[in-house]
């Protein structure tokens, strides 16, 4: 079975914080995904890596960044915490186009 | 850029009923999918199902391409299927999918 790993189920930050949400996965996949859900709004892609040290803008980048040095983790970064970013935020490898997520970290910000 | 709708949004249903949830896109796609939240967040990935039909157990899905809808059906649903339904479509995209707003399902014993 596809294994996608995020390391926090719950995150409580203070505003202007850095913020590091971690994933792993476990099955060699080219493509990494970050979404964040939020109710109302769906899923919303934040960015996407095709390869180690890749990656690209999704539709909501601004106020993230990513990090991909190795091929199975695919870091979110919140350079700067801010209340608007308190949200669930999912992992995603894919494989064949088929979509595999993690278990979803819910990251309140204060 | 690819608009998807899903409907019905809500759906409640007893137990052993039947259900049809509908996923319309807005431009051609070759790659959709069906998804599953439980009431703990987890996304199961249900369909990878860019045309023709699959089924798996009570699940099956059609997707008509040519006319820009899927349909996922639920057969003798149960209590464990109730839950937020995704259809997410994309097309040569490197799998980046818009994912619609969903169909949030309840079944009642």
């Known amino acids: 079975d596809v294994k996608v790993t995020q390391s926090s189920r719950y995150l409580v930050k203070r505003t202007g914080e850095k913020v590091f949400l971690e994933c792993v996965q476990d099955m060699d996949h080219e493509n990494m995904f970050w979404y964040r859900q939020d109710p109302g709004l769906g899923l919303r892609l934040i960015y996407f890596s ?3 040290k890749m990656k690209e803008k999704g539709d909501i980048p601004e106020g993230y960044s990513v990090s991909r040095e190795k091929k199975e983790r695919f870091s979110l970064i919140l350079e700067s915490a801010s209340t608007n970013q308190t949200s669930m935020y999912l992992c995603a490898s894919n494989e064949d186009e088929k979509l595999f997520f993690g278990s979803g970290t819910q990251l309140s910000v204060l | 850029g ?6 019905p949004p809500d759906l409640i249903l007893q137990e052993g009923a039947n259900s049809t949830l509908r996923c319309n896109f807005s431009d051609s796609v070759n790659n959709l ?11 199961i990935n249900l369909f990878y199902i860019p045309s023709g039909t699959k089924q798996n157990g009570r699940l ?6 040519t006319e820009r809808y ?4 639920i057969s003798s649903s149960q209590t464990t299927d109730s839950g ?3 259809c997410a479509a994309g097309y040569n995209q490197g799998g980046k999918l818009i994912f619609g707003q969903g169909t949030e399902l309840s079944v009642k014993p």
């Open chain 2, 60 to 65: 099956s899905a059609t997707t008509v391409a």
């Open chain 1, 50 to 52: 095709y390869d180690v």
């Open chain 2, 33 to 43: 999918q069906w998804f599953h939240q439980n009431p703990w967040g987890q996304l």
């Open chain 2, 70 to 73: 899927s349909l996922l059906y």
């Open chain 2, 84 to 86: 937020v339904y995704f």
């Open chain 2, 2 to 7: 690819i608009q998807v709708e899903q409907s």
